[in-house]
């Protein structure tokens, strides 16, 4: 069984975090209006988003830009910390690129937590073409928490 948590599961004190206008994350931050206002919510233990990206996020011949990707994976494996409730930032990430994406493919966007040890959280996420399921980009990531 598959259960959903959604904004509104969120407890109060962390949903007005999240609402707030001083969250001007680029990639989920509901206060940036220039951001790419993705919504994140936990499937079971997978945090996960979705994604289609605009000719303004090229990077070059109708690819979606590389940093732009790695920004969300970075989100998609934080926000499956800040969805239990812990905020935490980057201390360590690697990424794997294995395909292009062009401008306009809807993606997937998955989050795990890997292991745990005291402050130290490592996770794995994921970009996935919903067109064919394959993976475009891949990373690993160290965050602190707290």
């Known amino acids: 069984m598959t259960v959903e948590r ?3 599961d969120i407890p109060p004190e962390h949903l007005a ?7 001007q994350c680029f990639v989920c931050g509901p206060g940036n209006s220039a951001g790419l206002q993705v919504q994140f ?11 289609t990206a605009a000719p303004r996020h090229m990077g070059y011949d109708n690819v ?8 969300l994976l970075d989100d998609v494996m934080a ?3 800040y969805l239990q409730g812990e905020r935490c930032f980057t201390a360590r990430a690697e990424v794997r690129y294995r395909d292009k994406l062009p401008v ?5 966007l998955e989050g795990r937590l890997v292991k745990r040890r005291g402050r130290l959280a490592e996770l794995q996420g994921q970009v ?11 990373a690993t990531g160290k965050f602190m928490v707290g």
Do not use: Q, Y
């Open 128 to 138: 996935i073409r919903v067109d064919n399921d394959g993976v475009v980009v891949e």
């Open 104 to 108: 306009g493919v809807p993606v997937r």
């Open 64 to 71: 979606v830009h590389g940093g732009l990707l790695f920004s």
């Open 79 to 81: 926000n499956w910390l």
């Open 17 to 23: 975090d999240l609402a707030s206008a001083a969250n």
């Open 6 to 8: 959604k904004v509104t």
């Open 41 to 51: 919510r936990m499937d079971g233990d997978v945090c996960r988003g979705e994604f």
